[in-house]
């Protein structure tokens, strides 16, 4: 036999020892399981390349390929991505993902890079039971704390001033530690674009620029320019490596004297705040991030808009999670039964997000509320420690949340109300690991 025929034989040789095992051109499929229980997740979003892949009726997803990024996130557990292999044996290839629970505190523009702050929230990010760092990447005043690459925001001036010189080193660095990275993003309450595009901010009566109580501008839900230049900031931070996107202010001004593009009733309001997240969502989907949205407390129990837009309903098909802030302050008129809210924090947590699911019927893991961890503003001006602060976490662990976070503005926090045990912490790449090859 010639030395061609034997490569040729050799050749159909491997071709048919693929074909017995699915290895020529049969991909049997991608599942995704719990690493702990190994069932199946439900309604996992999976991406291969950037395409997004629908799952069978058998939670199978389907490959039309070997080889090619996967990138994996299901509510609940932590997002993971691999390399496919070249060859799949006959079997599905199965990716197991790793529960987890973000429990976080907040730092603010300043905070993030101001060391006596900084370096006190990681130190009980390391010794407690927090596992999870909220950063702010555009803030109430609408800077960005790094030297950002959008176009945009270096023209209005949203750069001026950084006070953190290497977000990727940070964001590489937390992950090194094991850290749940959230990047807040403050979407239309924004003084430096509203000021750079005064067609573009919310008007007085008298068509000058209007401004809260703080003294800052905001601009108009309405505009397309303002979600896109929002979008392009949460897609930069995706790109950076954060975990999760997390819009704040996403909502219209709780004033009735500005002025928009249009005219501001429920329904174009809801259609505003939910089409930009929506929008959002999507954009980001090829990265592999979660998206979260923060609604006032009494949206959970408002069945109107509350009139800013946020309408729960509206929201639940934008967002993987929806923050209520949940802070009994801002309860002036209490809720059902409890009228003094801090006096009854467990309560105003625990009864609110049952509120919301019974409204929603998402499950518990759909949520994760802010905590109140500042003194109160609004009745008697106690402080928040320990007790107030635990009872606020027991109410959001009775319930079921997905992890909570704490809020104070000044980032200054104490580990009175924490429990100290840290609980160990998987890395992501044991998330990854297939059954076979």
């Known amino acids: 036999m010639g030395k061609r025929a034997r490569n040729i034989l050799q050749i159909l040789s491997v071709w048919l020892l693929f074909a017995g095992t699915g290895l020529a051109g049969n991909y049997p499929g991608l599942k995704v399981v719990d690493l702990q229980t190994g069932r199946p997740i439900p309604n996992p979003r999976v991406t291969l390349n950037n395409?997004?892949?629908?799952?069978d009726g058998q939670n199978l997803f389907p490959l039309t390929r070997a080889g090619g990024r996967v990138r994996?996130?299901?509510?609940?557990?932590?997002?993971?991505?691999?390399?496919?292999?070249?060859?799949?044996?006959a079997t599905p290839y199965t990716i197991r993902l790793v529960r987890q629970n973000p429990k976080g505190l907040y730092l603010s523009f300043y905070g993030i890079?101001?060391?006596?702050?900084?370096?006190?929230?990681?130190?009980?990010?390391?010794?407690?039971?927090?596992?999870?760092?909220?950063?702010?990447?555009?803030g109430d005043r609408g800077w960005?704390?790094?030297?950002?690459?959008?176009?945009l925001a270096v023209e209005v001036g949203a750069t001026k001033i950084t006070t953190l010189r290497d977000m990727p080193g940070l964001i590489k660095s937390l992950k090194e530690r094991g850290v749940y990275t959230i990047a807040r993003i403050v979407v239309f309450k924004d003084t430096p674009l509203a000021m750079a595009r005064p067609e573009w901010a919310v008007k007085t009566e008298g068509g000058e620029i209007w401004k809260d109580r703080e003294n800052l501008a905001w601009v108009d839900p309405f505009r397309k320019e303002v979600w896109e230049y929002n979008i392009q900031v949460a897609l930069e931070a995706a790109e950076q490596g954060f975990d999760e996107i997390q819009f704040d202010?996403?909502?219209?001004?709780?004033?009735?004297?500005?002025?928009?593009?249009?005219?501001?009733?429920?329904?174009?309001?809801?259609?505003?705040?939910?089409?930009?997240?929506?929008?959002?969502?999507?954009?980001?989907?090829?990265?592999?991030?979660?998206?979260?949205?923060?609604?006032?407390?009494y949206v959970c129990w408002n069945y109107n808009d509350t009139n800013i837009g946020q309408k729960l309903e509206a929201l639940v098909p934008a967002v993987d999670y929806l923050s209520p802030m949940l802070y009994p302050s801002?309860?002036?008129?209490?809720i059902p039964g409890y009228r003094n809210?801090?006096?009854?924090?467990?309560?105003?947590?625990?009864?609110?997000?049952?509120?919301?699911?019974?409204?929603?019927?998402?499950?518990?893991l759909r949520f994760r509320p802010w905590l109140q961890s500042f003194r109160d503003y609004a009745f008697d001006r106690r402080v928040f420690n320990g007790k107030e602060i635990r009872e606020q976490i027991s109410a959001?662990?009775?319930?079921?949340?997905?992890?909570?976070?704490?809020?104070?503005?000044?980032?200054?926090?104490?580990?009175?109300?924490?429990?100290m045990e840290k609980v160990p912490t998987w890395t992501t790449h044991l998330a990854t690991v297939p059954d076979r090859l």
């Open 249 to 297: 202010y996403v909502r219209f001004p709780d004033s009735s004297s500005p002025r928009f593009s249009r005219p501001s009733t429920e329904e174009s309001r809801v259609k505003a705040v939910s089409g930009f997240l929506q929008e959002a969502y999507q954009r980001l989907l090829p990265y592999n991030v979660f998206v979260a949205a923060d609604i006032f407390g």
């Open 396 to 419: 959001a662990d009775a319930f079921g949340s997905q992890g909570w976070m704490l809020w104070n503005p000044g980032n200054v926090y104490s580990s009175e109300a924490l429990k």
């Open 51 to 55: 395409e997004v892949l629908q799952a």
């Open 113 to 138: 890079g101001e060391k006596a702050l900084r370096d006190p929230a990681l130190k009980l990010i390391e010794e407690t039971e927090l596992n999870s760092l909220i950063i702010d990447v555009k």
């Open 341 to 364: 809210p801090v006096a009854n924090p467990y309560e105003i947590v625990y009864l609110s997000l049952k509120k919301a699911q019974e409204r929603t019927q998402l499950p518990s």
């Open 330 to 334: 801002g309860y002036q008129f209490g």
């Open 72 to 89: 994996i996130r299901a509510h609940g557990y932590q997002r993971t991505e691999q390399v496919l292999p070249a060859f799949f044996a």
């Open 144 to 151: 960005i704390p790094y030297k950002s690459s959008v176009p």
